[in-house]
């Protein structure tokens, strides 16, 4: 509108000096890139996180602290970075060209050939590495230390942002421990107790953890004995028990927003971009088709990398590839049926679909039994399936699109579109669970701050405006919709299933004969 | 087929066209000369604090109306004929109608101020004056010092808009203390606090006498009624209340007052036209409320009602238990039933107001002298259920009751903290000193 731009959104001189020692912080490790060989390794990778860390502290710190607390969404759609401005693709443009050299050119970050010592930006985190697990880094090591450095510093000016809002705080320390904890400090502890362990991010349950069921990462913790083991169980139990456990009592949001590191990162990194997911109805049916493909190919995809290395006789192993087969059609089956059986009607002409999806995943997997060889799968090498879906799922959607993309297309594209660990949660989130949106009554006054800020691109405002409970598959409990809105409309809580899906044509607060009427048809 | 023609996209236009689709065939056009499609009003402010565009303040996408048949027409209706059943809009067009809704709304008061048309002075209704703030006040360099007159709901509006552009703001207030002709003391006296913490310049109990421009035929400077104080400025917001927008209507046979006329039907005068939402005028007034309802959620609630009757349904207009809410820069307020501030208080009224120590949060409930029953409340800083409320105002619950079951009308986000023992603890105390 206006040329001259707003003037509240000038920063102030601390806040200058603070974007200085990040940018510093962030210089030191690009000379590292460029292979400027530091002599005291330790001294600076401390220096450059140490620069980044103070840096986004003194900055949130003079953003947040001068004012009182309350919403602090002043100004968003007027900064360039937040607004898909020119510092927005900037950003973005960075961000994609990281991950792509990161998945696809490790090489350039510095990682050894064979046999050699790193060099590079990689050779700047050995002492860290050396430190924490006694081994030279890997470009892994690298992303997950930024990758924890980042969910921290943003999840404090996050934390200062939300320093009004108890729901906001706690989840945020708890992005932020089990980042720490359980995507960073203990994997490299089990390493040191026991080298023959597979990376293991507790935390990250199948599907989202793609790999878990590899060859090489069962075999790893078969041979790692009984803790091996007993991590590999827990890892189906995840899976099979405690997930369905915790979303039918909290909704999806015990992971997705508490617990998860693609969440942490959106959250804390992403929060300023979360207003850019798309809102319209296209983005929402581009939405089902996708995420539920990707959870279709990461079923298949499983299943058929699993079947590849069992045997075909009960001598070796009693799993043997007809068993494990038959189980998984099994327990799909099952699924299937209850769902219709007890959801069919409320699901409508979503239950075409589901059942056309089941059937074709069905499908798909008798015709690998059939026609599987030892090394080939729908005629295809066993292999490739696999690859093909870390690298186009894995790589390039959850990190190069997923996270590259924030400043574009808000900080969840990857949860919302391709994540298939959100798909399933979603699913039961949507079917059985406690977990709703409660509306308030007659109170919303379609502002749209609630559905402006969801970075799901959930439309609540859609609901919350007749009244309606949002429950929503898609829904991953971040609360911001609740905390911006001007009105209290919105409540996220735990209660009981019935009447938590409230279809109204007329609010509270009308004629009660009129409701009546209306509302009961 | 029965073409119903409706003056004004605001909510009560837009829930009323959308309540016929639900019910029938007719053909609808909603004719409306502000913007092509509906916006939220009340989110003008966030467009001008940057927390939204434009195009996040429209409920529904584009497509919508064609989807739903119902065809819009910017344009201003200029005059209404009701013999022939005529439109004439400003543009020379003509448009015929069987049945006509008038749901045009508001626009801001002026009482005759000396300078109140000068550039740089406007009020804050319509799109069109947010970007007339935008021209006139972009930031703190083109606008040195801002004059708001009028302390309601819009103008704390305003203040919070322009301070979030680090503009400095001058509130003239008329009344002695916040909007409390509405709220009761402990409340007003609490939201003047916070207005002085966003270091507003707040003026209580006083008037504006003039308006002074500078050789551009813009403003310069206010002038104050009680002590003559010249206050330079670059910009006066004008929110000293609302009236009916239905100018145009002045040489149509309808009847007005200060606004049009209605019955408890939502019918005029003249058959077949209607009128709904800010810019109607109730005969009497209904209950506890003012014949001119300049809410939100009245404007819905007409739309709902009168698409009844259209569609052959007839029905008064009889809304339930009151409920409204606003913010006020941080502390959100809501209120259920009726709790009167000193000037209106009915004799049977009695009040129990609690206040937290950090002065950001109290509440307010009104409840009846004799029998005890449940009035209302008045909330501010913590969120409560609309529903609970409605329930037990409509179950003639007393405060006793409504005092040991507060908790269960929270509707603060989880792992807040409560305050309903303390709250318990002092009603406890005030009863035993009575
Ligand atoms: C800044 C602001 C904040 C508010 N906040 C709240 C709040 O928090 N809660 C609350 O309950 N209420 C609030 N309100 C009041 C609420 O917005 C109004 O009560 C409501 O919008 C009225 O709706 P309506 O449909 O009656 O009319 P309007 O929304 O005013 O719509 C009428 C439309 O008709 C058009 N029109 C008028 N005359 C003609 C004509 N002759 N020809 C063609 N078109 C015409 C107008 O341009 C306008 O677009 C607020 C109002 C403002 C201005
Ligand atoms: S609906 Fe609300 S809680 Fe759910 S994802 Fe969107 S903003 Fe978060
Ligand atoms: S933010 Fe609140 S008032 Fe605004 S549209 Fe959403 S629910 Fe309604």
Redesign the interface.
């Known amino acids: ?2 040329l ?6 000038q920063i102030t001189n601390t806040q200058k000096v603070a974007i200085l020692a990040g940018v510093v912080g962030l210089f030191i490790m690009t000379l590292a890139l460029f292979n400027i060989d530091f002599p005291q390794k330790g001294f600076f990778l401390g220096l450059s996180m140490g620069l980044i860390g103070i840096g986004t502290i003194v900055y949130s710190r003079a953003a947040y602290l001068n004012k ?4 602090k ?7 360039s970075i937040s607004s898909r401005g020119i510092w927005g693709w900037i950003v973005g443009l960075i961000l994609t060209g990281f991950y792509i050299v990161l998945y696809f050119f490790p090489q350039y970050l510095g990682l050894a050939a064979d046999g050699g010592s790193n060099t590079g930006l990689i050779s700047l985190f050995d002492p860290l590495s050396l430190l924490l697990s006694g081994r030279p880094a890997s470009q892994w090591f690298v992303y997950g230390t930024l990758y924890t450095l980042a969910i921290l510093a943003f999840g404090y000016k996050f934390m200062l942002k939300y320093r ?4 906001q705080q ?1 989840r945020t320390i708890s992005v932020m421990f089990f980042q720490l904890a359980f995507a960073f400090l203990i994997p490299e502890f089990m390493y040191v107790m026991n080298n023959d362990l597979p990376y293991y991010d507790m935390k990250s349950v199948w599907p989202l953890n793609y790999y878990i069921f590899d060859e090489w990462s069962v075999k790893g913790f078969i041979s790692a004995g009984n803790i091996g083991l007993a991590l590999l169980i827990f890892g189906i139990l995840s899976i099979f028990v405690f997930t369905p456990i915790l979303t039918y009592k909290y909704g999806k949001r015990w992971y997705c927003s508490w617990v998860c590191g693609c969440g942490g990162l959106a959250e804390t990194v992403g929060d300023p971009f979360r207003q850019l997911s798309s809102k ?2 296209s983005a929402w049916r581009f939405e089902r088709w996708m995420i539920h493909l990707v959870l279709v190919f990461s079923v298949v995809m499983t299943t058929a990398m699993v079947y590849s290395y069992l045997g075909y006789s009960h001598n070796d192993f009693w799993l043997t590839r007809g068993v494990f087969i038959s189980l998984v059609i099994g327990f799909l089956t099952l699924v299937f049926i209850g769902v219709l059986y007890f959801k069919g009607r409320e699901l409508g002409t979503d239950a075409k679909y589901g059942a056309i999806g089941f059937f074709v995943v069905i499908a798909a997997l008798l015709i690998m039994h059939f026609t599987g060889t030892t090394d080939k799968l729908f005629y295809i090498k066993s292999g490739t399936l696999r690859s093909a879906y870390g690298l186009y799922i894995g790589s390039i959607f959850s990190g190069v699109i997923g996270t590259g993309f924030y400043p574009i297309l808000g900080s969840r594209a990857w949860c919302r579109f391709g994540c298939p660990m959100a798909a399933i949660l979603g699913f039961q989130q949507r079917l059985f669970s406690k977990f709703r949106i ?1 509306t ?4 919303c ?5 609630c ?2 800020y969801c970075e799901m691109g959930i439309d609540v ?2 609901y919350a ?1 007749k009244g309606e409970n949002i429950v929503r598959s898609s829904c991953v409990g971040c ?1 911001i919709c ?3 809105c ?3 409309v919105l ?3 735990n209660d009981t299933m019935k009447g938590r899906i409230n279809p109204n ?11 009546k009427l ?1 509302n009961d048809k | 087929m029965q073409h119903i023609v409706i003056i004004g996209n605001g909510i009560s236009g837009v829930t009323l066209a959308r309540h016929i689709r639900k019910l029938s065939d007719y053909k609808i056009t909603i004719i409306s000369s502000e913007t092509e499609y509906f916006f939220s009003r009340t989110a003008l402010m966030y467009i001008y604090m940057g927390h939204m565009k434009f195009e996040h303040t429209q409920p529904y996408e584009n497509w919508f109306w064609k989807k739903n048949r119902i065809d819009l027409k910017q344009a201003y209706v200029s005059e209404v004929e009701t013999e022939s059943k005529t439109l004439h809009l400003a543009n020379g067009e003509k448009v015929n109608y069987d049945k006509l809704v008038i749901a045009t709304g508001s626009k801001p008061n002026k009482f005759g101020w000396p300078g109140q048309d000068l550039k740089g002075v406007m009020g804050m209704y319509h799109k069109q004056d947010l970007e007339n703030l935008e021209v006139y006040a972009p930031n703190n360099k083109v606008c040195k010092r801002a004059v708001i007159v009028g302390g309601g709901l819009i103008g704390i509006e305003l203040a919070e808009m322009l301070s979030s552009r680090s503009i400095p703001v001058t509130f003239l207030v008329r009344e002695s203390s916040f909007w409390n002709g509405v709220l009761p003391e402990g409340e007003s006296g609490m939201i003047n606090r916070h207005i002085l913490s966003h270091h507003i310049d707040l003026r209580l109990s006083t008037n504006l006498k003039a308006i002074n421009a500078n050789e551009a035929e813009q403003v310069k400077s206010v002038v104050i009624e009680e002590t003559g104080e010249e206050i330079p400025c670059d910009v006066v917001g004008l929110t000293a209340g609302v009236t009916p927008n239905i100018d145009f209507l002045k040489s149509s046979k309808i009847d007005l007052g200060r606004g049009v006329l209605v019955n408890r039907h939502l019918e005029t005068n003249i058959e077949g036209v209607y009128a709904i939402g800010d810019c109607a005028e109730q005969h009497e007034a209904i209950g506890n409320r003012r014949p001119i309802e300049a809410v939100w959620y009245t404007g819905r609630m007409m739309g709902e009602t009168l698409a009844q009757t259209l569609c052959g349904n007839k029905r008064a207009y009889n809304p339930g238990h009151w409920f409204n809410s606003a913010k006020f820069f941080d502390i959100e307020y809501q209120t259920y039933g009726w709790v009167h501030g000193a000037k209106g208080k009915p004799d049977y009224e009695k009040q129990f107001h609690w206040i937290h120590e950090d002065d950001d949060k109290c509440i307010t409930i009104a409840y009846h002298k004799d029998t005890d029953q449940f009035l209302g409340i008045n909330t501010f800083g913590i969120r409560m259920r609309h529903e609970t409320f409605d329930r037990w105002l409509t179950e003639k619950r007393d405060i006793h009751y409504v005092m040991e079951h507060l908790a269960e009308a929270n509707f603060d986000p989880e792992f807040y903290a409560a305050y309903e023992s303390q709250i318990f603890e002092l009603f406890k105390n005030r009863l035993q000193l009575v």
């Not at chain 1, 969404?73 to 900064?79: S, Y």
């Open positions: 509108m206006s001259a731009k707003p003037d509240a959104l009182l607390e309350g919403i969404n002043d100004g968003t759609w007027f900064k009004h809002n108890r729901y706690l319209k109805l409660t308030n009554g007659g109170q006054i379609s502002c749209g701050n559905s402006t405002r859609a405006q609360g609740s905390a911006v001007p009105r209290g409540k996220l809580e044509e007329i609010l509270l607060g009308n004629d009660v004969d009129l409701m209306v």
